[in-house]
């Protein structure tokens, strides 16, 4: 049995934004321009982050992991198990004409002291910090902060996100069993210019008395691989200078699909979009991973994009064989990397083809594939995701988070990439679910583990 400790005063972080994203509002249906002001102070390093964001985005070496020494359970008094709420966050890498999605990472951390009896849960009287080797700023690979004002009406500090956290800090106690920190800025390119989607943070737990008890490595998944340029494509002129960009030509055919629209149904929705940029698409259209609400009668963002592809994806190159890959991360990438993938589970097996998620009758990021789903009629004793809530939101043996476990959906172990397997290796000695009831308990308990919330 795993017991929880809790403390009634739950201390929160104050967001010193008017917003932030998964979960609260955004400036939804307004789209503007940056102000003149922020582009003067920000305008002279505009075109050098651009141009170094561009040169180090071709390279593709992904670095090998390198976890800071973590204590091994056995001699750690607390154990820590950290995770992503998604298994991979997208962002654009320039947002001087359009942005789908900001910088914007989570990261989660169950704290479990083991000195006790039976394992407790720890959500008070200790300090849970991050902080992501090799990749200390954000602000010299992307143009995020010069246009963070015209799309989402905010002035940003350097390598601060939208929730006011940035590159290294604290977790806070969510009030759920486990601690967490939103809107972290990180970009896949390290320090050091090699493109990584994979890299690990390093989680510390120190005692009131700053005495380190705990640590772990976590990855924090990102990638800017959103290949619009499979179908959209640049046009230059005869000196190689680009006249019309990848952007540019998306919102000119948004444009003249929403004017022939207009004229179909007699609506009257903006088709001067090219002349807004940057443009927030969530701006419009609906987009709960955003918090946004969209204009009234335009479509969610999600039943827009699948819906308008879904008939179009014969047109993709022969390399591209998953679909779903010329628009999540990626052919290169490869967003989905869980035990799932080495036994042949694709993403259309969990989600259906793109037609089944343009549904508009889908709620999206709501009405996802269950674990149960599937593996309820292969252990049919045991328990899954709890009534109404989704794998990432989950709690099971004990009151532990599913993720903390298992891993994050999409990463769910054993990975087939290393660093997502670097966690379970620290603390148990092998890649996989977390299955070594020692990591937690301090001997093996004698009792079957039923894979049950109560027990």
Same mark, same amino acid.
């Given at each position: ?10 201390? =929160? *972080? ?48 992904? =670095? ?49 002291? *083991?000195?006790? &009896? ?44 939208? /929730? ?67 179908? @959209? ?6 000196? &190689? ?12 055919? @948004?444009?003249?699909?929403? /004017? ?5 149904? &007699? ?8 002349? =807004? ?14 918090? /946004? ?40 990438? !490869? ?26 009758? =889908? *709620? ?20 899954? !995701? ?8 989950? *709690? ?60």
């Amino acid at each position: 049995m795993v017991r929880a400790r809790s403390s009634p005063h739950v201390r =929160r *972080r104050l967001i010193p934004v008017s917003l932030t994203v998964l979960g609260l509002s955004l400036f939804a249906g307004v789209v503007v321009s940056t102000s003149p002001m922020q582009e003067q102070a920000l305008g002279a390093s505009k075109e050098k982050s651009k141009s170094k964001a561009k040169v180090k985005a071709q390279e593709t070496e992904t =670095r090998k992991p390198r976890p800071a020494p973590s204590p091994t359970a056995a001699k750690s008094p607390y154990v820590v198990l950290g995770y992503n709420d998604l298994g991979m966050h997208c962002m654009n890498q320039d947002f001087s004409e359009i942005c789908i999605l900001p910088p914007f990472n989570t990261l989660h951390a169950t704290v479990i002291d *083991r000195t006790k &009896g039976s394992p407790e849960i720890v959500t008070e009287h200790v300090n849970v910090e991050f902080s992501i080797p090799g990749n200390a700023t954000s602000v010299t690979k992307t143009n995020f902060w010069v246009y963070a004002f015209g799309l989402f009406g905010v002035v940003l500090p350097p390598d601060i996100g939208l /929730t006011g956290n940035g590159l290294f800090g604290r977790l806070f106690p969510t009030g759920k069993g486990d601690w967490n920190v939103t809107g972290i800025p990180i970009t896949p390119l390290t320090d050091s210019g090699i493109n990584n989607p994979f890299q690990l943070a390093h989680i510390t737990v120190k005692n009131e008395q700053g005495t380190l008890v705990g640590q772990t490595d976590a990855v924090v998944p990102v990638s800017w691989e959103i290949n619009c340029n499979l179908c @959209h494509k640049e046009v230059l002129d005869d000196k &190689g200078n680009v006249l019309v960009s990848v952007a540019t030509d998306i919102l000119r055919k @948004h444009d003249a699909t929403v /004017t022939k629209y207009n004229a179909a149904n &007699g609506t009257n929705f903006p088709t001067d979009l090219e002349l =807004r940029k940057p443009v927030l698409c969530a701006g419009c259209h609906a987009d709960p991973a955003l918090g /946004t609400t969209g204009m009234p009668g335009v479509s969610m963002f999600s039943h827009a994009m699948h819906g308008a592809h879904a008939p179009r994806m014969n047109q993709l190159p022969p390399n591209v064989t998953n679909a779903c890959y010329a628009c999540h991360p990626g052919v290169n990438t !490869e967003c989905q990397r869980d035990v799932h993938l080495s036994k042949g589970i694709t993403c259309v097996n969990c989600h259906g083809d793109m037609a089944a998620v343009g549904d508009v009758n =889908r *709620r999206p990021w709501v009405d996802e594939p269950t674990c149960a789903s599937c593996h309820q009629a292969m252990k049919p004793k045991f328990q899954f !995701e709890e009534p109404g809530k989704l794998f990432k939101e989950s *709690r099971g043996h004990g009151g532990v988070h599913c993720a903390a476990c298992h891993g994050p959906q999409h990463a769910t172990g054993p990975a087939v990439t290393d660093a997502d397997n670097v966690q379970a290796k620290l603390v148990q000695g092998h890649a996989g679910v977390i299955n070594d009831c020692t990591v937690c308990h301090k001997e093996k308990p004698s009792d079957p583990f039923p894979h049950r919330r109560e027990d």
